[in-house]
């Protein structure tokens, strides 16, 4: 018992050394024309690992900030306590409104995530991650092909498999057969929600195959290292869409799998709901970042 309470001390009192240590730090990135402000969290030197996080839809901020909730910094400072470095940054589409509805996935998400990747390897860190949530996981083979050799693994957190309309499909049911409504009004909201997204963006959604991209990418860079996270209580991206990447990356992947955690990885008693995101309290689970800070450091 001694001996437990001495290691739980000494565990203790690292995690603290490393968070006083931890620095934040302004910093953009620059992609040609557009220039994102983002929040570089330096806990160690070069040669220690970096994480770029990735948003999922929507015009998000680095914080990847849902109602009182603010995932990305909560994941950030975590992973400060292990000795892991971070980079978040404000989505492109939050800054830039003018000309958004002509991007598709790669004007969206993927060029400014591999333009991190570009800048942080030019200015000398060693062992870079990328760790994509929602529609950032399910652009992560994507980011994976046009970073090539920078980048040394890569995590999905809530990553979907299937498209915005399957995604859809599933939500819809869910939400609609909670609130009582019809199939037929079931398949009319959706309808509509489609019909609001730019044809590009939905044409490219389309013919987008995250599971063949991927294919891809673990023949060419059979280096790189993944991990695939999911929470058993999130609406959104379901354990289908988990099954779906298991499939796909067999004995290629470390797994996470939170019977009770949500879309931004909280544990919840029950199934989420659209309002769960605008509840004070509740964090990312520590367990998960504890489970994502030994993916990276290999242990």
């Known amino acids: 018992m001694a001996t437990r309470l001495f290691k739980s001390l000494i565990l203790a009192f690292a995690l603290s050394i490393n968070s006083v240590n931890a620095q934040e730090q302004d910093y953009t990135i620059t992609n040609g024309e ?89 200015e000398g860190y060693e062992h870079i991650y990328v760790a994509g949530h929602s529609q950032g996981g399910h652009c992560a083979p994507l980011i994976a092909r046009d970073a090539k050799n920078m980048v040394d693994g890569i995590i999905l957190l809530s990553g979907n498999v299937g498209n915005m309309e399957t995604m859809l499909n599933s939500q819809l049911n869910y939400l609609g057969k909670q609130q009582g409504a019809t199939d037929m009004q079931i398949s009319q909201a959706k309808q509509q929600m489609l019909a609001s997204l730019p044809a590009k963006w939905i044409e490219y959604d389309r013919n987008y195959y995250p599971i063949s991209t991927l294919k891809t990418v673990l023949k060419n860079y059979p280096q790189i290292r993944w991990m695939v996270v999911q929470g058993g209580h999130d609406y959104q991206v379901t354990a289908t869409d988990f099954s779906m990447w298991q499939m796909a990356f067999m004995n290629k992947a470390t797994y996470y799998y939170g019977e009770t955690l949500d879309h931004i990885l909280r544990p919840l008693p029950n199934m989420a709901t659209p309002q769960d995101y605008m509840k004070e309290g509740g964090e990312m689970d520590k367990e998960v970042i504890k489970a994502i800070a030994k993916f990276i450091k290999g242990e």
Do not use: C, W
Request: charged share 20%; glycine share 8%; net charge positive.
């Open 34 to 122: 557009i220039s994102l402000p983002g929040t570089l969290y330096l806990a160690a030197d070069k040669s220690s690992p970096i994480v770029v996080l990735v948003h999922g839809s929507g015009p998000n901020d680095r914080n990847e900030t849902m109602g009182p909730n603010k995932p990305f910094k909560q994941l950030a400072e975590g992973l400060a306590s292990f000795g892991i470095s971070s980079l978040r940054y404000d989505k492109r589409t939050m800054l830039y409104k003018q000309g958004a509805d002509t991007l598709t996935y790669i004007g969206e998400t993927v060029e400014d995530a591999v333009q991190a990747v570009k800048q942080l390897k030019a």
